[in-house]
């Protein structure tokens, strides 16, 4: 109770000043308020796009930069990301890296710099809510400065599509379509890079079965902070879930870095016939040997979203809110909900894989 009422009188004080910040960043620029049909008289030359956080975020986001390449072919298109999710780029052939946002005032003033002399003639945010989303869009100059929708940030942007839809990668194809691409299924987009392809098919000999066996790959819990670890299924069970996927007759690949990789080494040593993933791949190279998978078993993680793009079938669980906001949409797909994540039964996330592969099968 304490903690939750010390919540609020912080976010009482914290978001008058975030919206005060975002107002007077963008007192210099053209304020004037346009709608989605004011597009139509633009030809822009350069736009830039922000999203500074995850992996999984900018990857939901990936529809709304293809609309953009598609409305504004000519167009230049920068994507300002962050160290953790800037790989994702990789996969998307028409945008250019921009600088990285990083969250250190002293490096603000270079990226801010390195705007200003671009001239931008658009900036699209793609986290409505982010105050980097008011820098890079205040930095930037742009005179039109885009966001899905409006929030505590709403007074740094001019033009509001009205994507406020509460699943994300929805929310974005629904702001794709206002742009006037209207994506065919509610999902990602990455394109693996050819040379990401070719080292693929170097590490693949390690991992996949010769005799045709389904290949599986699993991410083991990331469990680095208190946050994530109350979200993760306990060890035992993932234990006892590539057991017996391998009893099955498949081969289990064990996705992770840094310690989710220490992990899963343990489990590797538990269950004889499991594989480790390659180690020390890119995002792109971890993708094209993703896509070879049958199957990918995840909780809600970077991965589970690129799965999705490359059109893998996927098993997902967590809590009922993760599921609403970013559950993988789609027949070949199965979300698992449940009020505690540790308490999801290894038999409901057995049998959803084995549904999936026989479907796959078929």
């Not at 609020?8 to 975002?22: D, E, H, N, T």
């Amino acid at each position: 109770m304490a903690r939750s009422l010390l919540k609020r009188v912080r976010q009482g004080i914290k978001l008058p000043i975030q919206m005060a910040f975002a107002r007077a960043a963008v007192l210099p620029l053209d304020r004037r308020p346009r709608t989605p049909s004011d597009l139509d008289d633009l030809e822009p030359r350069q736009i830039v796009v922000s999203r500074t956080d995850r992996i999984g975020d900018l990857l939901c986001g990936s529809p709304v930069l293809v609309a953009l390449h598609q409305r504004w072919p000519r167009a230049r298109l920068v994507v300002v990301a962050g160290p953790k999710n800037r790989a994702v780029l990789r996969g998307l052939p028409f945008v250019e890296e921009g600088p990285v946002f990083r969250r250190n005032p002293v490096s603000w003033t270079e990226l801010a710099w390195w705007l200003r002399r671009q001239r931008f003639d658009i900036c699209v945010s793609l986290r409505a809510e982010s105050m980097a989303g008011v820098w890079v869009a205040a930095w930037s100059g742009a005179p039109v400065r885009i966001v899905t929708h409006a929030t505590k940030a709403a007074a740094a942007f001019n033009l509001f599509l009205g994507a406020d839809d509460a699943h994300q990668t929805t929310r974005y194809c629904h702001a794709a379509a206002i742009l006037g691409f209207s994506p065919a299924e509610v999902r990602p987009v990455f394109v693996v890079p050819p040379e990401a392809e070719r080292r693929a098919e170097e590490l693949l000999p390690a991992i996949r079965p010769l005799d045709g066996s389904p290949l599986v790959g699993l991410q083991i819990p990331h469990r680095s902070t208190k946050r994530y670890t109350v979200r993760a299924w306990p060890t035992e069970k993932v234990v006892a879930l590539v057991r017996a996927l391998t009893g099955d007759g498949c081969r289990v690949v064990l996705c992770g870095t840094g310690s989710e990789r220490v992990e899963a080494e343990y489990v590797r040593q538990q269950v004889s016939g499991a594989v480790l993933a390659p180690a020390g791949v890119s995002l792109a190279e971890f993708a094209a040997v993703q896509r070879r998978f049958d199957l990918f078993v995840s909780q809600f993680t970077g991965t589970l979203h690129l799965a999705d793009a490359l059109g893998v079938p996927t098993v997902s669980f967590g809590t009922a809110e993760q599921v609403e906001v970013w559950g993988v949409l789609g027949d070949r797909h199965r979300c698992i909900p449940a009020p505690v994540v540790a308490d999801v039964p290894v038999e409901t996330v057995l049998e959803a894989a084995r549904a999936l592969l026989v479907a796959r099968r078929r």
